[in-house]
């Protein structure tokens, strides 16, 4: 058994299989990428074992030594490790790199497997994390993609990155579309786990490639965009996608398809925007949403709402807005005829520079 201490968060390169041994509740709120989960502790033996800590540290420490060496068996026997060779090579963590990964490790390690602890567990990779999106800049050339809402951007930046552009998905890391109605199915990580997963992203940036976001706000959601992440974007050259209303309004109906079943979200949101608004307005956007009637209360949406607001943000940016796309249409077609634009627009201007 070898400790390995984190250099990078590309910490689980060389390994076959990163495991995390805390308890699903921790594996939960935040875990390195690509780790799976084999606690050691379940929450409430955890939980347990840290009341008993507190009254008496070697009841607690042999206690909690028997519950984890039956869960280690039940592991070993189990699905994911029954049948594992001799070459394997897992890389284990916990909290703090201490006494449940060092126990689970031990076991692994007179079982013969090369089992390596990384020093430092969860704590010193989430020092690593902060570290990339907070204190880091960002040292690739940065480019914002902007648009009114429904402008396709991240379907644009999608088609720009299977033309092997470097993008970075923000909100599909938040799991949010960054509106109102922009909730996804099976909700957001934690703030740590949003940024355990933008620190994976900016580890594998080519610094000497532009890297394109999309244009944020420093809120996605309820996940806020870490500094240094934030401070790029609000620096970056931008290009706006300039596409009619009542496309922007059809394109937008169809994305949110699976938004428009849920009426009760819906009218909670108006209830959010009522304060905003003459009550004429709330009470035609509500009978469009009884009717379902998707794209016109999009569109109603977007001219009373969303735009002037977009405008209103952009105007902070002006000086940074390099060039406009016209998008006539927000078919297959268009998204595709907007990528292929904003590629060669990001190209000139990186040869002049």
Sequence with gaps: MTRRPPASVDTGAGFDTIIDVRTPAEFAQDHLPGA??????????????????????????????????ANAARHIAGPVMAGLGGGWQPLVYCWRGGMRSGAFATILDQI??????????????????????ADTPITAPVWVLDGDTGSGKTAVLTAMARRGVQVIDLEALA????????AMPG???????????????????????????EAESSRI?????????????????????????????????????????????????????????????????RTLAAARDWAPLAEGLMADHYDPRYRK???????????????????????????????AAIAQATERA
Aim: charged residues 25%.
């Design 112 to 133: 013969g497997w090369r089992v390596t602890v990384l020093d430092g567990g969860y704590k010193a990779w989430r020092r690593l994390v902060v570290a990339r999106v």
């Design 221 to 285: 959601g309820e996940r806020h965009l870490p500094k240094a992440v934030w401070a790029a974007i609000a620096a970056a050259p931008r290009l706006r996608l300039q596409v009619p209303r009542p496309a922007r309004a059809a394109f937008t109906a169809a994305t949110y398809a699976e938004t428009g079943c849920d009426l009760e979200g819906i009218s909670a949101i108006l209830d959010r925007l009522a304060p905003s608004h003459p009550r004429e307005r709330i009470a035609e956007w």
């Design 313 to 343: 943000h952009r105007e902070r940016y002006a000086d940074r807005e390099t060039g406009v796309i016209a998008v006539d249409a927000l078919d297959p077609l268009g998204i595709e005829a907007a990528a292929d634009a904003v590629c």
């Design 175 to 182: 799991n949010h579309r960054g509106s109102l109605f922009g």
């Design 36 to 69: 799976i989960n084999l606690p050691v502790l379940s929450n409430s033996e955890h939980a347990d074992v840290g009341t008993l800590y507190r009254a008496s540290p070697f009841e607690a420490r042999k206690v909690g030594a028997a519950m984890v060496a």
């Design 187 to 213: 909700g957001q990580p934690s703030q740590t786990l949003f940024e355990s997963r933008l620190a994976a992203a900016l580890e594998a940036v080519d610094p000497t490639r532009p890297l394109v976001f």
